[in-house]
T-cell receptor, first 115, second 112 residues
Framework: ETGVTQTPRHLVMGMTNKKSLKCEQHLGHNAMYWYKQSAKKPLELMFVYSLEERVENNSVPSRFSPECPNSSHLFLHLHTLQPEDSALYLC??????????????FGPGTRLTVL | GENVEQHPSTLSVQEGDSAVIKCTYSDSASNYFPWYKQELGKGPQLIIDIRSNVGEKKDQRIAVTLNKTAKHFSLHITETQPEDSAVYFCAASIGRSYIPTFGRGTSLIVHP
């Protein structure tokens, strides 16, 4: 195990639903990330938090809303999603913002299907 | 911004053969190149990385080479085993606080 857990592992939702993805890291890291992984595409960075402050938002639609209540927990709130939002959503953490010497540790992901 | 191209998208080898995955990057300022392995049902996990002041790095059966002039780097796996079957991602970063840009991934299949 990597020390990063994600719940739920699978989620099916309708376009009008509201749901939340949860990520928890047990590594004492200061930075946390949300990525979207779609088939045949590079990992897409969505949001970055450092010390509970959002430092990056990569032009993500407002139907995705992140929340970082403390350095160990990260949420992704979902509402009025589209079928093209179906993907694997990965959470990651690192000691500091990722780069040289700051390995990112990934959770197993939440497989999201939007009907 | 940085752009990372990765080839091939799928690689099929026989057990015991070698496998090579190649990546190119666009930003000459990139100086950190991690490689991740993603097994089925799991998130990516760092397997090896290289910094721009090093041309080659080895760890048992895996090695990474870097050519800064040509802006490409490669992952080499020797004596492949079925448990090496996974998706491999390369990435490039320009500094300590810069989040890596990932390639599209290579699905490696090792046939027993």
């Amino acid at each position: 195990e990597t020390g990063v857990t994600q719940t739920p592992r699978h989620l099916v939702m309708g376009m009008t639903n509201k749901k939340s993805l949860k990520c928890e890291q047990h590594l004492g890291h200061n930075a946390m990330y949300w990525y979207k992984q779609s088939a045949k595409k590079p990992l897409e960075l969505m949001f970055v938090y450092s010390l509970e402050e959002r430092v990056e938002n990569n032009s993500v639609p407002s139907r995705f809303s992140p929340e970082c209540p403390n350095s160990s927990h990260l949420f992704l709130h979902l509402h009025t999603l589209q079928p093209e939002d179906s993907a694997l959503y990965l959470c990651a953490s690192s000691q500091e913002l990722a780069g040289v010497g700051n390995e990112q540790f990934f959770g197993p992901g939440t497989r999201l299907t939007v009907l | 911004g940085e752009n990372v191209e990765q080839h091939p998208s799928t690689l099929s080898v026989q057990e015991g053969d070698s496998a090579v995955i190649k990546c190119t990057y666009s930003d000459s300022a990139s100086n950190y190149f991690p490689w991740y392995k993603q097994e089925l049902g799991k998130g990516p996990q760092l397997i090896i990385d290289i910094r721009s002041n090093v041309g080659e790095k080895k760890d048992q059966r895996i090695a990474v080479t870097l050519n800064k002039t040509a802006k490409h780097f490669s992952l080499h796996i020797t004596e492949t085993q079925p448990e090496d079957s996974a998706v491999y991602f390369c990435a490039a970063s320009i500094g300590r606080s810069y989040i890596p840009t990932f390639g599209r991934g290579t699905s490696l299949i090792v046939h027993p």
